[in-house]
């Protein structure tokens, strides 16, 4: 929902001077107009302002402090809802968690928006809304929605920076924030950001850290060893993706073979280049580059697998497609893009039945799936 939507469910009053919000008689500023949620298919004109309710008026502050960062009253306002409602931070983290578990992200959202504005200057909210943008964004992605899944890293990118730019400074932003940049394959700034982990945490002995320390510091060195072994830290891998990732192939194609002629071994690399000519049509040049990959270490990563099946139901050669898509799936079981273009081979090899299962597997992964929800539909359509 837009914050200018959310806004015009709220209507601004001044209560009753004998009007209290809680059993300790907290009495409210009756000089200063307060938020009220509106009730289902309320007009304005249809208020009585003695039969307002106590959580009409805290539903109606916590969606100014979600949707207006500029209203003057903000602190008024937060003091009220502290003030009836001690555990409300509490509450609203654990409600937030539940809905990003069951993916009910437009609530969820809601939630961590009003958490940001009862508490701008917590650090840790700032990083879990950061985290929350970032699992949208991935789930957007699976379910092939790119422009939808571009925004959210955008958003996500500008919390993960003010979570950096925190004082008393956060290493979890820097352990979380280097996944982020592994993902959009920005390793140099990857690799600084496990540094920068593995840096704040030197000084705390293992059994500060527990056991859960322990492994992310682990992991982290892990990840910087591998990403200086295999260069991909180095200036002209970053080019390549930048290039192809904004429609310019035969630039990022020319980048990633200068850095394959340096670094033949690097999986990474040889995915790109075949993820760069499949973008290119270049169907059989992509399946070898994809092949080269899965020789050199991609074998684990279901992406090279859906890649490849891509280019092998361009050449008609449905089984191999298979094949690979069920490896996929082996590695990434609840990987819905994978279903998703299992439904569409099926629908290739006229395996409408079959189709029918595999879009029906995404919507229960995925309720908000549209591309499944459209193929769907088209099938019930046709019978």
């Not at 290039?243 to 999986?267: A, C, D, H």
Request: with cysteine.
């Amino acid at each position: 929902m837009s914050s200018s939507s959310s806004l015009e469910t709220i209507f601004y009053i001044k209560v009753p001077e004998n009007f209290v919000a809680s059993d300790d008689a907290f009495k409210i500023d009756n000089t200063i107009e307060l938020p009220v949620q509106k009730k289902m298919d309320e007009a304005p004109g249809d208020f009585n302002a003695s039969e307002i309710t106590t959580e009409q008026i805290l539903a109606g502050i916590l969606t100014v402090l979600a949707y207006d960062k500029n209203n003057p009253h903000l602190d008024y306002y937060r003091s009220i809802l502290l003030k009836v409602k001690p555990n409300i931070k509490k509450e609203l983290c654990e409600a937030a968690i539940l809905k990003t578990k069951n993916e009910d992200f437009d609530l969820a959202e809601e939630i961590f928006l009003a958490l940001v504005g009862l508490e701008p200057d917590d650090s840790a909210i700032t990083l879990n809304m950061a985290l929350f943008l970032d699992q949208r964004a991935d789930s957007y992605r699976n379910n092939g929605l790119f422009e939808d899944a571009d925004a959210y890293d955008n958003d996500a990118n500008y919390y993960y920076e003010l979570a950096l730019n925190a004082d008393p400074v956060i290493p979890e932003a820097y352990f979380n924030v280097g996944f982020f940049y592994l993902k959009q394959h920005k390793y140099i700034e990857a690799r600084d950001a496990f540094e920068s982990y593995i840096a704040l945490t030197c000084d705390i002995s293992d059994e500060e850290l527990g056991d859960d320390g322990v492994y992310k510091k682990e992991r982290a060195q892990g990840i910087v060893n591998k990403i200086k072994a295999s260069n991909m830290d180095d200036e002209t891998f970053r080019a390549a993706y930048d290039y192809i990732s904004r429609g310019e192939e035969e630039k990022g194609l020319e980048e990633i073979r200068v850095f394959l002629q340096r670094n033949p071994k690097v999986w990474n690399a040889w995915f790109m280049l075949g993820w760069g000519l499949r973008r290119l049509e270049r169907y059989e040049d992509a399946k070898n580059a994809f092949l080269e990959a899965l020789n050199h270490g991609a074998d684990e990563n279901p992406d090279t697998y859906n890649e490849l099946s891509l280019c092998y139901i361009q050449e008609k050669n449905f089984e191999e497609s298979k094949k690979c898509l069920l490896k996929a799936l082996q590695i990434d079981p609840e990987s819905t893009k994978v279903i998703s273009n299992l439904g569409y081979l099926s629908l290739a090899m006229g395996n409408k039945d079959e189709a029918r299962k595999y879009f029906t597997t995404v919507l229960e992964l995925e309720p908000n799936d549209k591309i499944a929800a459209n193929e769907l539909m088209k099938l019930e359509s046709e019978m």
